[in-house]
């Protein structure tokens, strides 16, 4: 079973929390949750919001379904950093109607409009040269592809003479 770290207030394990939760294996969790953010990047004074995903995974490849709506694809970014962490992120924030100019105003905004960001530490079995990125209709799509399995090695007897 894992264990729930925490090292001060506000810092939380989150992937082994919903390992412990769910009951998920480490290898899942740490792909669906990885674990908390360093300091820095947890006390940074911008705000930045999570992008909702659902990840499917397949015997050839892993599959990210993220919701982004009114972003289009020019204000998404999907790279790869460290060799195996998928980080996508908006490079502007949703726009807001100009209404307000002519005398309108909103009562109510719910919808965030802040930065969004999403980190997957991905498995070892994936190709991360061969990522593909698409955005239709608010759902940006992201494949990656696995890297087939090692062959296995041949045991050969040989007799002794």
Do not use: W
């Not at 953010?37 to 993220?66: A, C, Q």
């Not at 694809?73 to 726009?95: A, F, P």
């Amino acid at each position: 079973m894992s264990r729930i770290a925490i090292s001060s207030v506000g810092d939380v394990d989150f992937g082994g929390l919903v390992s412990h939760l769910l009951d998920v294996p480490d290898a899942i969790g740490k792909l669906m949750a990885p674990s908390s953010r360093s300091h820095h990047e947890s006390r940074n004074s911008e705000s930045k919001g999570n992008i909702p995903v659902d990840i499917l995974d397949t015997p050839k490849e892993l599959i990210f379904y993220m919701d982004v709506p009114g972003l289009s694809k020019s204000d998404i970014q999907v790279t790869v950093e460290e060799e195996n962490l998928l980080v996508v992120r908006s490079n502007g924030k949703r726009k807001r109607s100009d209404e307000e100019e002519e005398g309108f105003k909103y009562l109510r905004l719910e919808r965030t409009t802040q930065k969004l960001i999403r980190k997957f530490r991905l498995p070892d079995n994936c190709n991360t040269s061969a990522i593909t990125a698409k955005c239709e209709n608010g759902v940006l799509t992201v494949v990656v592809e696995k890297l087939p399995p090692a062959p296995k090695s041949k045991t050969v007897e040989v007799a002794i003479s």
